[in-house]
């Protein structure tokens, strides 16, 4: 498992694939692991037995209790009860949070007492290469079973309960990639060191970004702002610094421009939950979808049902000419690595981006607009904060008039303005910043802002 030095890998990835959050960074930076091959911890070829059940029993709740949140009365109860767990305490006022949590305790016993993740990290120490883990289990069972190599993990939304540091934060060495200011601010509080935190951004899939110089982003960034305000509410107003970023030339003319088809992006999480209202949207949005003044895609992931669902949904609603058309698609994937660099892809087509707050909110930093489909969990509460908070994103209205108040936001400016603000507020390089530290190499960016 561990592979050969010489292969060419600096590292070792380790992700999970509980929903999709943890996986998508570890995907964006396969190219620093061996042979660009990410571990899955829950699923990997000779994973013991009692540890793929201790990963699926987690995962299997998890999925179901996402999913039951949307039936009456007893889904918020049960979900709420989950989120319990892992929910994040207020800020302020400021002060020592290093006390670890039940939920915690009880992680630390399962991997002294049984042995998680130990076949893993004894397979990965025989080519000790630093271990870069998106989630914190099997970067805690690299320190508790004494792993040679550096310990790394991935901070993969905009705040973080106590769960993801280590039970003995000040003696811990694992170290964190945090991708804003406040993440690096809450570890502190935890207790973890400050030379074991690094401020990098969230790692965006780099063809969307194209190098240091982003020319990948700004041309799309230019693109979808020309999109998204065809009356030129928000870019007559902003026209210089526009210019001055994007090129004189990134919208030849404003007035009496002839409308392009925007894109509109709906996607549901790992569970598939949410799947109704990208369907209430999409019935919504049917007029202008047949119209050909909008293209819808729902994305699916690699669920067959939720993409099924889908079809069957479009289908009654009088869409199959626009399926056929492309105007209305649905975006299904064989497997998860085909799933991401898909929709890395799509993200650079997309004008705008309808999904819940998940690490998803980080795509801001690609100028994408973000619409806000309601939180499920507490971090996701923390994301819809931040990017309320840099201007990126809006919660959603009634999905059932998505075709009123969505070009209403369109002809005011309203999204045009959501892109620049995450273009310019949200941090775009992750994932160079880290390559750049576990490369061994300077930093060759611009240091962030510590609070945002």
């Known amino acids: 498992m561990g592979g050969k030095t010489g292969e060419g890998g600096i590292a070792h990835i380790v992700a999970v694939n509980m929903g999709y959050g943890h996986e998508r960074p570890a995907h964006v930076l396969r190219g620093l692991a061996t042979g660009g091959r990410v571990v899955i911890a829950n699923d990997y070829e000779g994973i013991p037995k009692s540890d793929q059940s201790l990963w699926h029993t987690s995962r299997i709740w998890y999925e179901r209790i996402s999913r039951f949140r949307v039936v009456p009365i007893l889904g918020p109860i049960a979900f709420g009860a989950m989120d319990v767990l892992q929910s994040i305490p207020d800020f302020y006022p400021r002060r020592d949070m290093s006390r670890p949590s039940l939920q915690l305790r009880e992680l630390y016993a399962l991997i002294r ?15 000790p290469l630093p271990l870069l883990c998106t989630f914190f289990t099997p970067a805690f069972a690299a320190e508790e079973f004494g792993y040679p190599g550096d310990i790394y993990v991935v901070i993969c939304d905009a705040d973080m309960s106590r769960a993801w540091a280590p039970l003995s934060p000040k003696h811990s060495r694992i170290k964190y990639f945090a991708p804003t200011g406040r993440v690096v601010e809450r570890l502190k509080l ?22 240091l110089d982003a020319p990948m982003l700004r041309r799309d960034l230019g693109r979808r702002l020309c999109n998204l305000d065809p009356r030129g509410v928000f870019t007559s107003h902003a026209m210089s610094t526009l210019s001055a970023v994007l090129g004189k030339t990134f919208c030849d003319s404003l007035e009496g421009q002839k409308p392009k088809k ?22 919504s949005l049917r007029r202008e979808i047949l119209a050909g003044t909008i293209r819808m895609t729902l994305v699916a992931g690699t669920r067959h049902d939720v993409g099924e669902y889908f079809h069957t949904e479009l289908a009654k609603a009088g869409l199959e000419r626009a399926i056929k058309k492309g ?41 994408l607009p973000i619409v806000m489909a309601p939180t499920v969990g507490s971090q996701e509460d923390f994301n819809r904060h931040w990017l309320q908070q840099i201007g990126g994103g809006v919660d959603q209205l009634d999905p059932r008039y998505a075709n009123e108040w969505l070009f209403d936001w369109v002809n005011g400016g309203a999204l045009a303005r959501m892109a620049w603000n995450g273009y310019v507020e949200a941090p775009t390089h992750g994932a160079y910043r880290i390559t750049d530290i576990l490369s061994g190499r300077s930093n060759s960016m611009h240091q962030l802002p510590l609070v945002v």
């Not at 935890?190 to 190098?211: D, K, Q, S």
């Not at 949410?274 to 209430?280: D, G, M, S």
Request: with cysteine.
């Open 113 to 127: 007492n049984r042995n998680w993740c130990r076949h893993l990290i004894d397979e990965l120490a025989k080519n």
């Open 190 to 211: 935890y207790g973890v060191r400050e030379e074991n935190i690094f401020h990098t951004g969230f790692p965006l899939p780099m063809e969307a970004i194209g190098g």
């Open 262 to 283: 925007l894109s509109l992006t709906f996607a549901v999480g790992g569970a598939g939950a949410q799947r109704e209202i990208a369907v209430a949207a999409a019935k």
């Open 327 to 367: 105007d209305a698609a649905i975006m299904l994937a064989e497997n998860r690595p085909d799933y991401f660099s898909k929709f890395a892809l799509l993200m650079q087509e997309t004008d705008i981006l309808w999904t819940k707050p998940s690490e998803l909110s980080f795509f801001s930093g690609l100028g």
